[in-house]
């Protein structure tokens, strides 16, 4: 049987790797590659006749990060279900979000991406403070269609306007920036839990508690948290 740790033990051993589960959100609009994004990073597949998701679905990462292994509970969120009146239910103690537009649609599905982002923002606050969780935004089938100047700006607006912590280009089908997006939203997540708790709790196991604190966030510096 583990032997219960003490309070202070835990909280002398300030650089303790942390052991969370942290629930993404995947969201964004029909069609665009969430679950083809998602299955890309956990199962290094890509199926060019995926069926679309009903309701939400669920998968679990391993990301290794600087601070050790963190578990990621995946919801891959239809793009139906927008304005369905479930989402509020799906995204309930939500941690962090990954909005995802699609490169080959961009006008249309970027305009989906702020609404879904709203949606977050209303219903999504965190804290004493009832901050907002943060949400990266993914451009998707970059493959098809590379990005042009004014498109970057155009991210980069949308971004700085609608509070997103910043954009990337993903392919699920050619693989581009897949972990990169995983890893970046685990990083501003855990930057963020860290600033709004002070202090994290984790319950590794049902007999173990793990005390850790953490005074920055180790992001730079465009990280809204
Ligand atoms: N070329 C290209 N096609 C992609 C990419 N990602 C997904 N697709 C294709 O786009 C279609 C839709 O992908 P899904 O992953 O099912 O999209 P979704 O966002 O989960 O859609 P919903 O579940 O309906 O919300 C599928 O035919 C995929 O094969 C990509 O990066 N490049
Ligand atoms: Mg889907």
Redesign the pocket.
């Known amino acids: 049987m583990t032997k219960k740790p003490s309070k202070s033990k835990f909280l002398s051993q300030p650089t303790q790797p942390h052991r969370l589960i942290l629930k993404i959100l995947v969201v ?13 990073c956990v199962h290094d597949v ?9 309701g939400v ?1 669920f998968a679990a990462k391993q990301v290794e990060r600087k601070g050790g292994s963190q578990t990621l509970h995946v919801w ?6 927008l304005g369905s009146g479930m989402t509020r239910a799906y995204y309930h103690s939500a941690n962090g979000a990954m909005v ?1 537009c ?1 490169a ?1 649609n961009l006008d249309e599905s970027l305009r989906q991406a702020i609404l879904w982002k709203a949606d977050i923002d209303s219903k999504v606050l965190v804290g004493p403070n009832e901050e907002r969780i943060p949400c990266i935004l993914l451009v ?5 269609k590379p990005l042009t100047k004014s498109h970057e700006e155009l991210l980069d607006t949308t971004c700085r306007d609608h509070n997103f912590c910043g954009w990337l280009a ?5 693989n ?1 920036n897949v972990v990169e997006a995983f890893e970046m939203i685990t990083d501003h997540t855990l930057a963020f839990m860290i600033r709004v708790n002070g202090m994290i709790v984790t319950l590794a196991k049902r007999n173990s508690v793990t005390l850790d604190r953490l005074d920055q966030c180790p992001l730079q510096p465009r990280c809204p948290c």
Do not use: M, W
Not at 170 to 174: E, F, G, V, Y
């Open positions: 964004g609009a029909q069609y665009c590659g969430k679950t083809s994004l998602i299955r890309r890509f199926n060019p006749t995926l069926k679309a998701t009903l679905d891959d969120v239809a793009g139906l279900e995802v699609d080959d998707n089938k970059c493959d098809l993903t392919s699920a089908k050619a581009i």
